[in-house]
């Protein structure tokens, strides 16, 4: 099946600095969504984004891939930005894989 | 805004006992899925649905059973509890065009 690789697996800032996640994946795929997951544990869509960039906000993600990865950036970080960032793929109608998951910690 | 609905955030019952999690979403989604997410562990899927009683075992279906009598409804049977269940269950349903939403999540505790 897909691997899906994530780094780094913990990252600590300062508030204000700004952050990039990256997402790695073994195979094509046709689906790729970044997900935060809030301290109650749901998962929060942040993109869906198999290929090219979208921006939300502070967020913003780009996939490229031919060459099979993502990266999520996070400007100006809040501590509210601060829980676990999934990135999820899939190949048609194949089960979502999920990436091990990236900690952000944002010290006031 | 999709809904996907879990029918309890917390949850303890007892070994033994048959235990039913209910999810339903409101998007007239196809695909819907079931994980369970441990430390470590990541989030591994149980079993998955693309349509009215059609499933599929995921990655983990041991101990598990599941139901689709309704395309917005997809259930979660635990035969007989077990303590090694106890974790946090998450729903999802998708189209397969616009991504997967969740559910807000069902902490399972089995003594």
């Known amino acids: 099946g897909i691997q899906v690789e994530q780094s780094p697996p913990d990252l600590i800032l300062q508030e204000g600095a700004n952050s990039t996640l990256r997402c790695n994946f073994s195979d094509s795929v046709n689906n790729l969504q970044w997900f935060h997951q809030n301290p109650w544990g749901q998962l929060i869509n942040l993109f869906y984004i198999p290929s090219g960039t979208k921006q939300n906000g502070r967020l913003s993600a780009t996939t490229v891939a031919t060459e099979r990865y993502s990266l999520l950036y996070i400007s100006s970080s809040q501590t509210t930005d601060s829980g676990v960032y999934f990135c999820a793929v899939s190949f048609g109608n194949e089960k979502l894989t999920f990436g091990t998951g990236t900690r952000l910690t944002i010290i006031p | 805004d999709v809904k996907v609905t879990q029918s309890s955030r917390y949850l303890v019952k007892r070994t033994g006992e048959k235990v039913f999690l209910e999810c339903v979403q409101d998007?007239?989604?196809?695909?819907m899925f079931w994980y369970r997410q441990d430390p470590g562990l990541g989030l591994r899927l149980i079993y998955f649905?693309?349509?009215?009683?059609?499933?599929e075992k995921g990655d983990i279906p041991e101990g598990y059973s599941v139901s689709r009598e309704k395309k917005e409804r997809f259930s979660l049977i635990l035969e007989s509890a077990s303590t090694n269940q106890t974790s946090m269950y998450l729903c999802?349903?998708?189209?397969?065009?616009?991504?997967?939403?969740f559910g807000q999540g069902t902490r399972l505790t089995v003594v």
């Open positions: 649905s693309y349509d009215v009683k059609m499933k």
């Open positions: 999802a349903s998708t189209t397969g065009t616009a991504g997967a939403f």
């Open positions: 998007m007239d989604h196809e695909n």
